[in-house]
């Protein structure tokens, strides 16, 4: 037994590397010159029926953190603050109002609200105008395409038909007997194959792979997000790019606020497993998910794949959205 | 055959008859006394795993309008301001950020946004929050519960893990052989019945139904949203109450801003079925929904039933969500 | 001497005082039925051409804190959370922007900004409709005046010409010898009159006084807003009020998130001394002033008097303002 | 007597005598290498000193249009939009709530509120970095100093302490008997020493310049403000700027959208006065001014000059600021 991949440990990286993996990985031109998706279209309309054959016990299990003042932004991190705040959310007419008459003039009474968020401050999808590599984006779009004005390529509209298709749970806390990973635990490519052999289940082409480390379970436990947002985080090493790659996944998604492994395994990079992910591979990647729930379900009952639909609302030019991602069993 | 419910016409109701309705069709305590999330309750697992079996072509279609500044706010309308505008999408940093080398510092070239929009500004469900009835709201909780903090019952994120079921679509402009209804035509219940027999579709417990009028399909004809927030429009007569509850649907949506037929059948209460729909019956509401390419495709394939699964997103609090609905097939 | 007055200690009050108090200092009708600005109405032209003729250096003083991300808002605090927070500035269109070109079919390189605050986030005047006593708002309007829509009545643009007159600065903190009085530190009446005396300045009719404690620079000092916004403060003490009403000074301002002393003299009521000030006397309030370097300044020239201009911006039915004051000598 | 400065006349430009104007008009380095407030400099505080002298009669004329839903935003316009909105005032805490008695657990009735508006939405200074020469602003700095996370040179919080001086109106319309110039009107240099010499007013060093056309009026007058914000209007010429340039003023404020005539002078530049103005002389100006009152109470006193206290929020970064700004008599 290869004790290495339970170490959590993973190779120091250089920026030769990291540029080399952008080669090695690029699908720009893969799916059309025009392609603003990337490797969602890996899910056929086949798998689309088959996922929804996955669907059992009609229980259906919400992956969203609630949007509200109590969510993960404004805690304390080592990172520089990239000015996320929890959402804001307002009134514009009142059951208060309505109480006190105010309303009747109208003759009816209703409430109205607003919400002020940014796309990255809770459950949320990364479009594929989020990272950038070099002067590029995805499928080697020009950077200069996500302007004040909002991304002209790959904006997160262009999945609103996506999103839908197999998830596959790999819970590896639970995999390895541990309630959560600690924080700077690299999860290889290795070790996502053992738990997927481990849980009897098989990553394909076109599927949503949810990736389970415990760590929001770990901030619950400590009653604070100190540390969560930009901070240290068990996850993906960098040797899963060529691994996703090859799996053909749809898209890929953690429970972290980052996805891969913190502290990064190169200081020069800030996240360089995003760098590659998301503009050179053209995977879009899931973030701030609950996986808690359907970690629990999934070890009750140990089946690890459900039908996944996790539509991003379509806002125009958008580099992100949140979610509220339902696992169907 | 019976002339009169194809006339779009639809009889005028007095404020007794309202209140008639109210008591008549109230469901307050029917789920319990703490529920907060009404008709939702009627679909069960078994309903959801046979909506699953549905999906038989793995298409996808949405039915959310985009949301950007070209929405259907701020456009003109006879009904007073309620204060709705479309999204303000913003960004926090760019692609000409990244571009200019002002990012680098951090190491990644990333970009990030931020929303500000009214809940209710686009494709949207109503929250039980969203309409009183007098000083009650759903199940009888006091309006009061609805304050500038949000609401304290019957929140939108109740129904965090509802919106999935089995989708009816009643194309009623197809069915009469129109590209849309006029503005002023109402929908009554009898008409409903003739449409569902029309298409050999069962609308039952549980039932996620959707109704066409195609007024959206109009505005886009005429290149303008005058008149479609809070204006004339086709929509759902009164008498449909009684038939939605006695259906026990789950929810109902339609392609039109407020559901219902305007101008209503009533001067001295705006929107009354809305009076009635929302805080007694505990009926969940979609408005503007886009069911032009659903409607198409359903009239290909003669097939009126799919998967439907149109989360919302749990914003605490919120009296109402922004919804990318999709229809699966 | 009176050792009492230097001690920063203030009796207990009564719920009894408190509606005592607002009893007998009402100034409802004082100003007219329709009055909206209540004591801001003290100050007459013939006084606003006095305090400008106190200008002989032709120096400004800014006592506005930067609205900014630094800003006193996120801080921790025993006080429940009010929903506020720092300014969030966001640009709309960039320099980044020009240099990447995508400007250039505008034919112009400009760029554009969005804030979004608060009302009472930093520097700030509270409108007369800030607080409310009962079921009342200043001059006895009825308090539903103030609906999820605005303020009705006494809306912060009522103000719009008013803000100008000679300022007077009490430096409590210097004249007591102390760099910042420490939190709970109660202001009273006596010592206002003890400050004046020692500066050698008279407080008048329409004067907008401004009474600084240092607990900004000590904030400063300890590097931290912890404790600021709705935390202990040096402040004014009750019987402050019926001094203010009788001086008939036309605003009063602190360099403290809340003007009185807190912990408060009473625990049933939360700021007692507001309950007063605002709806009963009409008392227009200015928070967060930075005082800091007016009181280095007013030190060095032994002049305590000045020119006051600190305009609110005009927006409609707001029940506060951020402003931007200036003391020019 | 010259008709031809009567005319509203003003030559065609090329690139090359706006490229020519750009050079000749050139301030960079004048106030010191890190100068980031341009022309704010001239003003002396003898100048402030005797600009209190002004105050004669004590009344205060606000400049101000009202922050609200009727602003000038949103109208029609030939100008593609720049995405600015009227300012959105929400409340986060109302009597309604208060008479409700939802607030009582915080033993205060208390109110708050807040605001989301485009920094250039209403009466508004513009600050020397919301338009660029080339890949400069003000003072040669590097244009890619506006970011996304705001000006990192000259932001407008770096007036705090200015907008005060001596203001000077020029009406140019009364001065010509016309309630309000015509669209398309150019004000040339000619015409204000005219006008200025009519009104025995002289401009000066280190003045805070308002030029009346009377759109504003025009627009009320009309009760739409369709054709405002980015319309043909009244406004400066081409020359003023060599005119302002050699009278040294400290700032230029306009009743206009945009300071300069439109449509302007050139077609292959938009607001080529601008880009003079602002990035090359450091001329601070503002916009949006409601001089109507100013004007008439200038035409019945005679004076024409006047107090001017006119301070921007000390927004960090920000490219501009709302502002009430005061003409005291």
Same mark, same amino acid.
């Given at each position: 037994m290869n004790k290495a991949m339970f170490s959590g440990k993973a190779p120091k990286l250089t920026m030769k590397d990291l540029h080399a993996a952008a080669k090695r990985l690029k699908n720009w031109?893969?799916?059309?010159? !025009? !392609?603003?998706i990337g490797t969602l279209n890996y899910t056929t309309p086949d798998d689309i029926v088959a996922a929804a054959r996955?669907? +059992?016990?009609?229980r259906v299990i919400s992956l969203a953190l609630k949007? !509200?003042?109590?969510?993960? $932004?404004g805690a304390k991190s080592k =990172?520089? *603050? #990239?000015?996320r705040f929890n959402p804001i959310h307002l009134m514009t007419r009142t059951g208060t109002d309505a109480y006190s008459g105010v309303l009747d003039h109208r003759k009816i009474r209703g409430t109205d609200d607003i919400i002020i968020m940014? #796309?990255?401050?809770?459950? +949320?999808w990364d479009g594929l105008g989020h990272i950038l590599y070099g002067d590029h984006m995805w499928?080697?779009?020009?950077?200069?395409?996500?302007?004040s004005a909002g991304a $002209?390529? *790959?904006?997160?509209?262009?999945?609103?038909?996506?999103?839908?298709g197999r998830g596959v749970l790999l819970d590896v806390a639970r995999a390895l007997g541990k309630r959560w990973l600690p924080d700077g635990f690299a999860i290889g490519a290795e070790l996502l194959d053992y738990v997927a052999e481990k849980q009897k289940v098989a990553v394909g082409k076109g599927d949503y792979l949810l990736v389970r480390t415990g760590q929001i379970e770990h901030k619950f436990a400590l009653k604070t997000? !100190?540390? =969560?947002?930009?901070g240290d985080a068990p996850g993906l090493a960098f040797d899963t790019l060529e691994w996703l790659h090859k799996k053909q996944v749809a898209a890929i998604v953690t429970d972290?606020?980052? *996805?891969e492994v913190r502290p990064?395994?190169?200081?020069?990079?800030?996240?360089p497993w995003h760098w590659i992910a998301?503009?050179?591979?053209?995977l879009t990647v899931g973030e701030i998910f609950d996986l808690a729930e359907l970690g629990r379900d999934c070890a009750r009952d140990?089946? =690890?794949e459900f039908m996944f639909v996790a539509p991003a609302l379509?806002?125009?030019?958008?580099v992100g959205s949140p979610v509220n991602p339902l696992a169907i069993k």
């Open positions: 031109g893969r799916f059309g010159k !025009d !392609d603003e996955l669907v +059992q016990r009609g949007y !509200d003042q109590t969510g993960p $932004q =990172y520089p *603050a #990239l000015g940014p #796309l990255q401050c809770g459950t +949320q499928n080697g779009y020009d950077c200069r395409n996500v302007t $002209q390529k *790959a904006g997160i509209e262009k999945t609103q038909e996506k999103m839908v997000w !100190d540390g =969560y947002s930009g972290t606020w980052g *996805a990064n395994q190169i200081a020069e990079a800030n996240q998301i503009p050179c591979i053209g140990k089946r =690890y379509p806002i125009t030019g958008a």
